[in-house]
């Protein structure tokens, strides 16, 4: 019968510990995917960075309500059994690594700070108080949020062993383990330097990575206008293959060509020197007349007289042809 228990404690802690709140308000606010800002956690202090605290408050409230309804419940069922605390403890344990491993997220959830301190207070308040004041101090004086939380889970255990709660410091130091597990990360950069500060107007640059990275949207698909097929073109075979015959001729023109020795141009020779000209004798004619001769006179037409008027003609006497001399008898 006490396994019964057992299984049902730890199946329903697991699965109530695995209900995203983080990501489940912040999209019910319309504030998209919490896992693809900050550090990509789903835990409150992943969600104040989305600027709504009240978001942030609810988250944490829930988170922690986790494990502390878990035990709450599994304390109320399991009412006189002989074996009650560890029933309680069970669940509340479950439910707190449902959150850090969430079957709903593929096992990628949250650091279970929050889920650690419900489960103290459900479990046994004293220790949660103490934890609280260990964190709070820490954080004050260091203001780093992640060393807080690693140094009350360290605490913790211990102070459940010295006021004699042997089975709560059993699981907290299993719940220690894995806190500074999911807090790897926070620890090298504690080691480097580079882990953020409480109220650091910087931290938003200096986030932690998403310890996967978070899903990027699709690109827009390109719309390709469909263009004409280029024509097939004709397989060709090698002229070696075509023609045999070819081959020979082929790699010789294909062959080095051997280089051409070019000959230096011939000088082009002189004009000859003109000949002197012997002086011509005088009366003769010169060069010049001989080259360029006296063109000839050009004849021009004489105009036609114009006739005479009749009148003119006739009072016009006739001149006496004188008498021939008669030869002597």
């Not at 919490?34 to 104040?48: D, E, F, K, P, Q």
């Not at 719309?223 to 081959?247: F, Q, R, S």
């Amino acid at each position: 019968m006490l396994p019964l228990y057992f299984t049902l404690a730890a199946v329903f802690g697991y699965l109530l510990g695995s209900i995203p709140f983080g990501l489940v308000i912040t999209k019910a606010a319309g504030l998209g995917d919490i896992r693809a800002i900050g550090s990509g956690n789903i835990g409150a202090t992943n969600v104040l960075r989305t600027g709504r605290k009240d978001l942030a408050l609810a988250t944490l409230l829930l988170d922690a309500g986790k494990a502390g309804i878990a035990l709450l419940i599994a304390r109320w069922l399991s009412e006189g059994l002989p074996q009650q605390t560890l029933i309680e403890l069970t669940a509340g344990t479950a439910a707190f690594v449902g959150h850090c491993f969430p079957i709903w997220l593929k096992f990628k959830g949250g650091k279970g700070l929050a889920t650690f301190f419900g489960l103290l207070f459900a479990g046994y308040w004293p220790l949660a108080m103490l934890a609280g004041a260990t964190w709070l101090a820490i954080a004050t004086i260091f203001r780093y949020s992640s060393l807080a939380g690693l140094i009350t889970a360290a605490i913790t255990p211990i102070a459940a062993l010295v006021a004699g709660l042997p089975e709560h410091a059993a699981f907290t130091a299993l719940l220690a383990a894995l806190i500074f597990w999911r807090h790897r990360g926070n620890i090298e950069r504690l080691v480097a330097g580079a882990e953020p500060r409480i109220g650091d107007k910087k931290a938003a640059a200096a986030e932690e990575a998403p310890s996967e990275p978070a899903a990027t949207p699709a690109p827009a698909p390109v719309i390709v206008e469909p263009t004409a097929e280029p024509e097939p073109v004709a397989p060709t075979l090698p002229v070696a293959e075509a023609a045999p015959e070819l081959a020979p001729v082929i790699e010789e023109v294909a062959s080095e060509p051997e280089p051409i020795a070019f000959a230096p141009p011939e000088p082009e020779p002189a004009p000859p020197e003109p000949t002197p000209v012997d002086p011509t004798p005088a009366g003769s004619p010169t060069m010049i007349e001989d080259v360029a001769p006296e063109p000839e006179p050009i004849a021009h037409a004489a105009p036609e007289p114009e006739p005479v008027a009749p009148a003119l003609a006739e009072a016009t006497p006739e001149p006496a042809t004188p008498a021939e001399p008669k030869p002597e008898a």
